[in-house]
């Protein structure tokens, strides 16, 4: 079984920063690629960034390419997300993802397990 506890949501300003953490804990919880998604109210889960097994690489959603970075301590089965330039439209609740192999792309079908969900709140 695995288990992800994120935690570092909150409610910002735009142009503020935020970083998430996501805990893992379980099997082969250091040996998968990790990912975090969004979804904001009336809309469907999104892809926000994904990271490899060994953090060598990285993937994101065009909407946050160089504003957000994804990356990962396996000495502490933790996964982070920075998120700097926060705009209004990235309000929504973040959840991290346990990838169903060592490299996982932008689809909810390439994960297996989920988080409960942190809430992002970004004022104008």
């Known amino acids: 079984q695995v288990q992800l506890v994120e935690s570092g949501g909150g409610l910002v300003q735009a142009g503020e920063s935020l970083r998430l953490s996501c805990a893992a804990s379980?099997?082969?919880?250091?040996?998968?690629?990790m990912g975090w998604f969004r979804q904001a109210p009336g809309k469907e889960r999104e892809f926000v960034a994904a990271?490899?097994?060994?953090?060598?690489?990285?993937l994101y959603a065009d909407s946050v390419k160089g504003r957000f970075t994804i990356s990962r301590d396996n000495a502490k089965n933790t996964v982070y997300l920075q998120m700097n330039s926060l705009k209004p439209e990235d309000t929504a609740v973040y959840y991290c993802?346990?990838?169903?192999?060592?490299?996982?792309?932008?689809?909810?079908?390439?994960?297996?397990?989920w988080g409960q969900g942190t809430q992002v709140t970004v004022s104008s």
């Open positions: 993802a346990r990838g169903k192999g060592r490299v996982s792309g932008p689809r909810l079908s390439d994960y297996d397990y």
């Open positions: 379980g099997r082969t919880a250091s040996t998968s690629a």
């Open positions: 990271i490899a097994w060994s953090g060598g690489g990285t």
